[in-house]
């Protein structure tokens, strides 16, 4: 994923933000509760069909809670830059996986 967006980064330039949370600061090793490349899949959405339309480019984040109330859980957020498609406070919520819980 981080290379994914690094090569993101140098084709949008300062069109596309990214913000990726430390996985040590969550407490869980999201490598071992997240389906693979399920994360990846979302950033690829969001960076394809939210923000590459738009002129004006946007952030992806992908958080990692590990306060949330049913457990930690990693999310992928995309904020685009275009304040008439969305509020810049109101992220477009594009996965929120629970961490901790076996992967089958």
């Known amino acids: 994923m ?9 084709r949008f330039g300062a069109r596309l933000t ?3 949370d430390d996985p ?3 407490g869980v090793d999201p ?5 693979p490349l399920s994360v990846l899949a979302a950033v690829r959405r969001g960076v394809q069909e ?5 002129s004006a480019g946007g ?10 109330p049913d457990g ?11 304040p008439a498609e ?6 477009l919520v594009l996965l929120v996986l629970p961490l901790g819980v076996p992967v089958v």
């Open 18 to 20: 990214t913000e990726l």
């Open 50 to 54: 939210e923000i590459e339309p738009h």
């Open 31 to 35: 490598s071992s509760a997240v389906p």
């Open 86 to 91: 969305r509020s810049a406070r109101v992220p």
């Open 2 to 10: 981080r290379a994914y967006l690094q090569i993101e980064r140098t």
């Open 59 to 68: 952030a992806v984040h992908v958080r990692l809670d590990s306060d949330a």
């Open 72 to 82: 930690p859980t990693a999310r992928v957020e995309v904020h685009p830059a275009d």
């Open 24 to 26: 040590s600061g969550a």
